[in-house]
């Protein structure tokens, strides 16, 4: 069985800036692709930011040069450092990640989600 966890959301102000941290467990062999989304009221779920195994990253216009992903290979963690936060960044954030089990059958996962609310 595999877990992700989120942590680091909650109130900021505009211009602001937050850390989320995803932390994997579980029966893992490897970790490939990770990243983060998000989820606003109304709206569909978009993909923020994606990191590969090898480091490779992607962000979603709306992000780019105010968020950056990296993670921790060794840790099994991905993080989301978000700066310079709009209203419209307002959201629920997920972490995914493409996960080989011990099992080798290779699935995605999602964490439970994180609030981030920017709000003056």
């Known amino acids: 069985q595999v877990q992700l966890v989120e942590s680091g959301g909650g109130l900021v102000q505009p211009g602001g800036s937050l850390r989320l941290s995803c932390a994997a467990s579980?029966?893992?062999?490897?970790?490939?692709?990770m990243g983060w989304y998000r989820q606003a009221p109304g709206k569909q779920r978009e993909l923020v930011a994606v990191?590969?195994?090898?480091?490779?990253?992607n962000y979603a216009d709306s992000v780019k040069g105010r968020f950056t992903i990296s993670r921790d290979n060794a840790k099994k963690m991905v993080y989301l450092q978000m700066n310079s936060l709009k209203s419209e960044d307002t959201a629920v954030y997920y972490c995914h990640a493409d996960i080989q089990t011990t099992t080798l059958i290779t699935l995605g996962y999602w964490g439970q989600g994180t609030q981030v609310t920017v709000s003056s």
């Open positions: 579980g029966s893992i062999f490897r970790i490939n692709a």
């Open positions: 990191i590969t195994s090898g480091g490779s990253t």
